[in-house]
């Protein structure tokens, strides 16, 4: 019988010096559970944060909104370098030269800045366009960064752009209204 309390004892003590180690083996699955919760948040929060404006889905008027400001934007850009590419009087001394090259690489970047932001608009949202018209407006701003094509040429494909998509149109027609007649 003593042997028996003895080895009763030493289980007692077995058990209470492992008691720490049985706490911690009760808590990890609730570690578990809180970090596996921790990077579902934080992958839902980089969600939010990397499409514009924080909204999680953007209606198709908002995305057309941002494609003709874009489109806008580009027009304007293009016109401004074809401005600064021709300046009048046409002197040639070496600082307006220069001058003139800095602008037009300036404004060279920038046409690629808009034209990268549009496909992306494109890209992200591209479940709200049919295939045919995705592909064509895609065609359409490549051909916006082809080399060799001028100011004039770009404006014309603009212009088709702008004519070619429904969605491209205001969204407010005011000649339709009658306040401009």
């Not at 490549?142 to 998509?165: A, C, F, M, N």
Request: proline content about 3%.
């Amino acid at each position: 019988k003593k042997e028996l309390l003895v080895a009763m004892q030493a289980i007692d003590e077995l058990f209470n010096a492992n008691q720490v180690n049985l706490q911690l083996l009760a808590v990890t699955p609730a570690l578990f559970a809180i970090f596996a919760m921790q990077i579902v948040f934080k992958t839902l929060v980089a969600a939010i944060r990397s499409t514009s404006r924080g909204k999680v889905v953007e209606s198709a008027s908002a995305i057309h909104r941002d494609l003709r400001l874009g489109c806008r934007k580009l027009e304007r850009l293009i016109t401004l370098s074809k401005l600064i590419s021709s300046p009048v009087g046409e002197e040639s001394m070496d600082g307006i030269t220069s001058n003139v090259d800095a602008n037009k690489s300036c404004s060279i970047g920038e046409t690629m800045s808009l034209l990268y932001r549009l496909q992306s608009i494109l890209v992200v949202n591209s479940t709200i366009f049919d295939d045919v018209t995705l592909k064509q407006l895609q065609e359409d701003l490549r051909d916006l960064s082809e080399p060799g094509v001028t100011s004039k040429q770009q404006l014309i494909i603009l212009d088709r752009i702008h004519r070619s998509y429904p969605f491209m149109l205001p969204s407010r027609n005011i000649w339709a209204s009658g306040l401009l007649q």
